[in-house]
């Protein structure tokens, strides 16, 4: 079964997206342990962002709730988006169709796609929604932030469960990393635990993708292993 088979199947197993969801916010809350934002933050150097005069902006992709930890630190100006929005302060939103950026000041310091990507439902939209980042982070310091330039920003933090990239036969750890150095990106932090992976990734300013050709290539075979993968067409 593919993963986005999987992924229909425990939905509405739970009684839908809107049951699947309150779900996800219960398996997020502090005492289960589950808020992944609370690694980005171990990641960022909290002494340093409290030193500038303009708080980095935040767009949190695939939002379930606007008291996760970063969201609560006082340390950034958050913005959240989601499919679904169960919580007023969740616009509700898909990313692709989000208007792109025109001025400087709307665009962000760093994206969350916290478990976002594996909910997209083929690989070339995974690739699509990677490349799309590019076009909503900044690139540029902000005014009167000079230190920002020694800051992991503009970044994009991005959790997948691990069996995205341990256990597919499209797909592995090296892959991403190849994927994302292309799209300009270099990885900054990367943990895993038992059931996610997590990355933080810094936008190389000086690199401008101009051709990108990341097909669908199997290289794990196996029957246990899942379909998970992420291409991306070459691109002008």
């Keep these: 079964m593919s993963p986005e088979a999987t992924i229909r199947k425990d939905i509405s197993s739970l009684g839908g997206l809107k049951r699947y969801q309150q ?8 005492d289960r342990g589950g808020d992944t934002s609370k690694i980005l933050l171990q990641w960022l150097p909290i002494t340093s962002i409290k030193t500038l005069l303009q708080k980095p902006r935040m767009l949190e992709v695939g939002a379930l709730s606007t008291q996760n930890a970063c969201s609560t630190s006082g340390l950034f100006e958050m913005e959240h988006i989601d499919l679904n929005s169960q919580d007023p302060g969740i616009l509700e939103q898909d990313f692709m169709q989000r208007p792109l950026p025109e001025l400087t000041s709307d665009k962000f310091d760093i994206i969350s796609l916290s478990l976002v ?11 699509q929604m990677l490349l799309r980042t590019l076009s909503f982070l900044r690139c ?22 691990r069996s995205c990239v341990d256990n597919s036969r499209y797909f592995t750890d090296s892959k ?5 150095e292309a799209l300009g990106y270099s990885m900054q932090c990367c943990k895993k635990t038992q059931k996610l992976s997590y990355s933080l990734w810094v936008r190389n300013l000086a690199t401008d993708p101009t051709k990108l ?17 992420i291409t991306l067409s070459e691109v002008a």
């Design 23 to 30: 779900a996800s916010l219960q398996g997020q809350s502090i």
């Design 140 to 161: 540029n310091n902000n005014d009167g932030a000079g230190e920002m330039a020694e800051l992991p920003f503009p970044s994009l933090f991005l959790v997948l469960p």
């Design 213 to 229: 050709h990341f097909p669908k290539v199997e290289i794990n075979p196996g029957r246990s292993r899942n379909n998970f993968s």
């Design 117 to 127: 990507l594996n909910f997209v439902p083929d690989a070339e939209s995974r690739g």
């Design 176 to 180: 991403l990393k190849s994927l994302m």
